[in-house]
């Protein structure tokens, strides 16, 4: 019997790759002799491909003017060959594996089988189908082109490689840098041990051991109040630059840079977790965005576990351009998994990130292109800005979005300014594919695989930009799902920090000794401001004339300077948070929340609590996913839906979930749209 390779092995005569004659007329002529499409459809179409980067069928599936069986049929007189259905006729698995699932996706092809010497490929782009045959493995030998859907390749690649492909999203990043490898034996051990060190330390020598935390708590305040002010110093210098460029580029005395090429297809994934309340209105928020809709393409990332998300969507009548990708059942069901696996089915070479509750700004898409295209080519992500649409809720939801516009306005851009580790969010976030996937993309394993990916970037060499765009999504208004959220975040970044001190000398020699150090600030200095914040708060007895036991030996030690430094200190940073705060909300949109931003002294307990919560997690179920509930704050969306685009109309689907439907959205407004962004120099090409 042959062996499982031996269909790959050709003959000692067999002949080179070669494809069947074109027929010369144009696919747009072949419609049209069909009559499967309208003359002034294709021709917008084609006004449309002449500016960007798109293929034509593309566009007219896109907007609905043709449909996937009368584009297919021209396409099989156009090259002159015979469509396949892989579904009634499956192909040979192994010239699938032969090639790499990942190849096959990317570039929408299916090798079908092997029959008398002659190795036939269907394809859903048959245009690029010469340029991919110099990357086929030599034992395909004469290879011939067959035509099939991108949906056909997909499903015929998922029926016989499901599987393979889930646990390579599980495994993408090596495993020195996943949480996948912990020990979690060894790490319980080391953290009842830590506790059993301390209590028995609080009993022997309560002082010494109270004194020692309040040295490192006073140790990592300083440091973190040094680089808030150096971000701070950092944000003002870049937003002088911004304004003397405005004035220059107004003045004339600077020429405004404009893109020398296509725009490019931009995919954005958005994974949904049981979001009841959120499926139906998301697909209202991403009808605001004015990109070229043949050049956007939404993936909408499911469980194949999670009903609740499934019969949301199936009351939804999804466009051409926002599809549905199904994760499978695995050991772990993350966010990073699910964006793993979906990876695959992106088109664009920008990859993009937005979570279920996000309403982009319009013309995002349009900044995130133009930035990629003049920044430098070692600039692997540009980090967008997140805000709240509803920070008027109460108290809570005022504080949490000081503390966002602090972070996202002012620290980011400064720490990125810095040349630091950028601690990526969840959302808003855009990358070059290529970078995204030499990384190994994200750590199935990690409950924030977003700055563990900000650090795996800046470890091999990549930079984060901050970009000036903003997504508004819904703060978290209530105490008990805000400790949830904040004990996740901890706790990945406790499991982030635990992950790349491994081997400190190799995390050294990457980031270099400037960023090595900014590292640790970041990362276990912020945890440590969490877990040991009511030490330094306990001094506040003194304040009250209240006796503390360590105000006797800090003042033998240090003199009767030592109390007055600590307060001073005290004070110093809370002067300090107070002003990056109201620096942060300075602008109209949040000037209503100056007022409010000395009460943030209120708000951090919560923190807290969310950090000892964190560590026991850490330790007692370190994989555990403590989903935030979205969807409690309507009043934002039911404004979103009155600016609706018409196409953008709910119904119920007829067919099974991830269906596409036409988009009903008037011409003339993607016609304009295409005509008003796209350069003009172009002669007649980013993803919580």
């Not at 965005?289 to 469980?303: G, N, Q, W």
């Not at 979103?640 to 407004?669: H, K, Q």
């Amino acid at each position: 019997m042959a062996s499982p390779q031996s269909a790959l092995v050709p003959p000692a005569d067999a002949a080179a790759p070669t494809m069947a004659p074109r027929n010369q007329a144009p696919l747009g002529q072949l419609l049209l002799e069909d009559g499967a499409v309208d003359p002034g459809n294709l021709l917008k179409a084609s006004v449309m491909r002449g500016r960007q980067d798109s293929r034509l069928g593309q566009i007219l599936l896109t907007h609905g003017w043709v449909t996937p069986e009368a584009l297919l049929r021209a396409l099989c007189r156009q090259w002159r060959t015979t469509a396949l259905d892989p579904a009634r006729t499956p192909g040979d698995p192994r010239l699938i594996d032969a090639l790499g699932v990942e190849f096959c996706l990317a570039n929408a092809i299916l090798p079908w089988r092997r029959i008398g010497g002659v190795t036939w490929i269907a394809t859903a782009r048959p245009e690029a189908f010469a340029a991919l045959i110099p990357s086929f493995p030599a034992g395909f030998g004469q290879v011939r082109m067959l035509l099939c859907s991108e949906d056909q390749v997909q499903a015929a690649v998922l029926a016989v490689r499901r599987i393979a492909m889930i646990r390579q999203a599980e495994m993408r990043v090596p495993a020195a840098e996943s949480c996948r490898s912990r020990n979690e034996a060894r790490t319980g051990r080391i953290a009842l041990g830590a506790m059993a060190a301390l209590a028995l330390g609080l009993w022997l020598a309560p002082v010494l051991v109270l004194s020692a935390l309040t040295l490192w708590a006073t140790a990592s305040l300083l440091a973190q109040s040094g680089l808030k002010l150096l971000a701070f110093l950092a944000s003002r210098k870049i937003e002088a630059e911004g304004r003397a460029m405005a004035e220059d580029l107004a003045s004339g005395r600077t020429a405004r840079a404009e893109m020398t090429g296509p725009l490019p297809v931009i995919s954005v994934m958005v994974p949904l977790f049981r979001e009841s309340d959120v499926a139906g209105k998301l697909v209202g928020r991403l009808s605001r965005l004015d990109y070229p809709r043949e050049l956007t393409d939404i993936l909408l990332v499911i469980e194949a576990s999670d009903q609740v998300t499934r019969n949301a969507i199936q009351g939804a009548r999804l466009p051409g351009w926002i599809r549905v990708v199904e994760v499978p059942n695995g050991p772990v069901q993350t966010k990073p998994r699910a964006l793993n696996y979906a990876l695959n089915f992106c088109r664009g070479a920008i990859i993009g990130v937005w979570d279920a509750e996000d309403r982009p700004d319009p013309d995002q898409l349009h900044k995130v292109a133009r930035r990629f295209h003049f920044a430098p080519a070692e600039v692997a992500c540009l980090q967008g800005a997140l805000d709240f649409y509803n920070p008027r809720t109460n108290w809570l939801a005022r504080c949490f979005t000081v503390e966002y516009a602090a972070w996202f306005r002012v620290i980011l851009p400064g720490v990125a300014r810095l040349g630091l580790v950028v601690p990526l969010g969840g959302t808003t976030l855009f990358f070059r594919r290529d970078a995204l996937e030499q990384v190994g993309a994200w750590d199935a394993w990690n409950v924030t695989e977003d700055a563990d990916l900000g650090v795996r970037l800046a470890r091999r060499g990549w930079r984060t930009e901050i970009i000036d765009t903003t997504t508004d999504e819904e703060a978290n208004c209530r105490a008990l799902p805000w400790v949830k959220q904040r004990s996740r975040w901890l706790k990945g970044y406790a499991m982030t920090w635990g992950v790349h001190m491994r081997d400190p000398r190799a995390l050294w020699r990457e980031l270099g000794a400037w960023r090595f150090i900014g590292f640790q600030i970041q990362f276990l200095g912020s945890l440590s401001q969490y877990l040991l914040a009511p030490i330094l708060w306990s001094f506040w007895l003194l304040s009250l004339g209240l006796p503390h036991p360590l105000r006797e030996p800090l003042a033998g030690v240090w003199g009767g300077y030592a109390i007055p430094a600590l307060f001073g200190t005290f004070v110093a940073s809370e002067l300090l948070s107070i002003g990056v705060g109201m620096w942060a909300v300075r602008a109209d949109k949040h000037r209503h929340l100056m007022y409010w931003v000395p009460s943030l002294h209120l708000y951090f307990p919560l923190g807290c609590l969310a950090g000892w919560k964190a560590i026991y997690e850490v330790v007692v179920k370190p994989f555990y996913w403590d989903k935030t509930a979205h969807g409690i704050y309507d009043a934002a969306d039911a404004a979103v839906a009155v600016a609706v685009p018409e196409g953008a109309v709910f119904v119920p689907l007829l067919g099974s979930i991830g269906e596409r439907r036409p988009d009903a959205a008037p011409v003339a407004r993607d016609i304009a749209i295409g005509e008003a962004h796209a350069p003009a120099s172009v002669p007649a090409r980013k993803s919580a």
